[in-house]
């Protein structure tokens, strides 16, 4: 468990680039699953300095078996995790980048908000254009230009390690995949 600074869980393609899986923040699982396997499918990296915590397998599925509420409480992680997941790929596989990235930050900004992470829709904001560009599929050119104009628009600031959202309503229009007008047929533009 990733107890204090952010990370990311990623997998390195055969042709060496890398596909970011998802960002860890303060409380999270390193993976819900991680109780079930012996090892990762991925890797995982530090964006800050950091603090882990772990927990012995035995324990935590001794755990799991003996407390009704703790099983019902990792069902609902792991049921969380596995709608997250499908609805990224219904964002990656469909929108255009602009929704991509909306999306992106907005969950992000909503993890971070209901972990008190944030003040008045700024937040610490560790990512780079290319960690941002190897999570959504769209090169950190493409990341740049969606930034600029959501900046240029007044939706969104991004300078020297912080976010801030100046128009929650239009960013939450943009970012829904289900409701945004930025769907598209899956360009990346």
Not at 17 to 41: C, H, K, N, W, Y
């Amino acid at each position: 468990m990733l107890c204090r600074g952010w990370g990311y869980r990623f997998s390195v393609l055969s042709n060496g680039r890398r596909q970011i899986l998802g960002f860890l923040l303060p409380g999270d699982l390193i993976a819900v699953t991680s109780v079930f396997e012996q090892r990762f499918s991925f890797s995982v990296e530090a964006l800050t300095e950091v603090q882990v915590t772990g927990f012995r397998r035995t324990e935590v599925i001794r755990q799991l078996v003996s407390s009704p509420a703790l099983r019902a409480k990792w069902a609902d992680s792991v049921a969380r995790q596995i709608r997250g997941t499908d609805e990224l790929l219904v964002v990656l596989g469909q929108c255009t980048a602009e929704v991509r990235v909306a999306y992106l930050i907005l969950n992000l900004a909503r993890r971070m908000q209901a972990q008190d992470l944030a003040s008045n829709y700024r937040y610490r904001f560790p990512l780079k254009q290319t960690h941002i560009a190897d999570t959504l599929g769209i090169t950190s050119e493409c990341v740049c230009r969606v930034l600029v104009r959501f900046r240029k628009h007044g939706i969104l600031a991004l300078s020297r390690g912080y976010l801030e959202i100046l128009d929650l309503a239009e960013l939450e229009r943009i970012g829904s995949p289900r409701g945004g007008s930025g769907q598209g047929s899956g360009g990346a533009s």
